[in-house]
């Protein structure tokens, strides 16, 4: 498929969510809501749970699945109260010494005049800071859209996975086709230009794992992805938070590199 097929798939009705994911993969799910500063926000699912026998704390982008459970959740699109939620249950999950797992599938974060009202910036920019630092690991992976700032507060992690159909862009096809084109019918050239399938991610080292989605068999997905986390994050917690810290920094700071 080219650029922007996996775009369309990546939107596909009827993909799993992030709650497909969590009641396929963990046990004992307990959601929390609440960011204890204005409100909770539906757009974000965060809580405690079992990976087999590791406690862990999951977070995740929800976009819903009928029309009326898509309005309540903004689409996937949260607001800043979603991501204060998700840094507070992370702080949390760094108390308690449990690892976290984010599922990443938003076209961005709310960019309404209510989120920016409430530090829609602030809130991204906090959370990227203090999953920089945090001292427990971080997986995170790309289930459908990872649309800008919106997917990266929650993916700022140890290791970053994408789904074999998902994107991972600084900007929708759309978007990027009417600054660049002044046309919405460039979003073939643009999907192409951004580079945002996960070939292309893996190729400029900022994901780390493509998971194979077997043909739309998301049953083997799940059972995949269950072994592949327990198995990574059982060797991430055995690393000294020094060593774990030190080795997500370079992580970061490897992203971009070139050489003449």
């Given at each position: ?9 990546a ?62 959740r ?63 690991p ?78 739309g068999d998301f ?22 938070v ?19």
């Open positions: 498929m080219d650029a922007y097929q996996r775009v369309q798939a939107r596909k009705m009827g993909r799993p969510t992030g709650t497909d994911y969590i009641s396929n993969i963990f046990s004992d799910f307990f959601e929390f809501h609440g960011d204890r500063r204005f409100g909770d926000d539906p757009a974000i699912i965060a809580g405690i749970a079992r990976l087999d026998d590791m406690p862990v704390t999951v977070i995740a982008h929800e976009k819903g699945k009928t029309t009326k459970e898509k309005v309540l903004n689409f996937g699109m949260a607001h800043p109260e979603g991501y204060r939620k998700a840094l507070r249950l992370m702080k949390q999950a760094e108390k308690f010494g449990r690892p976290v797992i984010c599922f990443v599938d938003t076209a961005g974060a709310d960019c309404g005049i209510a989120a920016e009202e409430r530090g829609q910036g602030q809130a991204i920019a906090e959370n990227l800071m203090e999953m920089m630092a945090l001292k427990v971080i997986i995170s992976v790309l289930i459908g859209e990872g649309g800008s700032g919106g997917a990266l507060a929650l993916a700022v992690a140890d290791q970053v996975w994408m789904l074999e159909n998902a994107v991972y862009s600084v900007i929708s096809p759309e978007g990027c086709a009417s600054i660049l084109w002044k046309s919405p019918t460039k979003v073939k050239n643009a999907s192409e230009a951004l580079k945002l399938t996960a070939e292309d991610m893996l190729g400029l080292k900022i994901i780390e794992r493509i998971i194979p989605e077997n043909f049953d083997w997905v799940y059972a995949t992805l269950k072994g592949l986390l327990y198995e990574t994050l059982a060797g991430l917690k055995g690393l000294p020094e060593t774990l810290l030190q080795n997500r920094y370079e992580r970061f700071r490897r992203i971009g590199e070139y050489s003449e």
